[in-house]
């Protein structure tokens, strides 16, 4: 056999050895070499994708924060509307007069309409 020349097998056989991909004998191959342009433009895309999934996940992150937020917002705002309403019953703040010692009363009479 000559040195030079190896069988197809014994050449099959190196392609296939981790040493051989690891080593980067894999970049020299005439596949690898003829299509490079394309390879480097299917990982450019898979990159950017990648990109792109991570920026969809932080801005669902925030979204769901913030209705979280707006959530808690609209409950306490019902609490303090519910409150307010409370505290401004006419009899609540007929005690609020008395309690300050003002020396105020309600009308007797009904307010009426000056101009229809």
């Known amino acids: 056999m000559n040195g030079g020349n190896q069988s ?9 050895s981790l040493l051989y991909f690891l ?4 970049l020299t191959d005439e596949f690898v070499i003829r299509h490079i342009w ?11 994708d990648i990109g792109n999934r991570y920026d969809c996940q932080q ?3 925030e979204i769901d924060r913030l209705q979280r937020e707006l ?7 019902i609490a ?3 409150q307010l309403a409370g505290t401004n019953r006419q ?3 007929e005690e609020l007069v008395k309690a300050q010692g ?5 009308a007797k009479t009904p307010p009426y309409i000056l101009y229809k």
């Not at 080593?23 to 894999?26: C, H, L, N, P």
């Not at 390879?39 to 950017?48: A, D, K, N, S, T």
């Not at 003002?102 to 309600?106: A, G, V």
């Open 8 to 16: 197809p097998e014994r050449k099959k056989k190196r392609r296939l």
């Open 23 to 26: 080593s980067g004998g894999m």
């Open 38 to 48: 394309m390879i480097v433009l299917v990982v450019g895309m898979i990159l950017i």
């Open 59 to 61: 801005k669902l992150r």
């Open 71 to 77: 959530r808690d917002v609209k409950y306490e705002s």
């Open 80 to 82: 303090l509307s519910g």
């Open 91 to 93: 009899s609540q703040i």
């Open 102 to 106: 003002l020396n105020l009363e309600s």
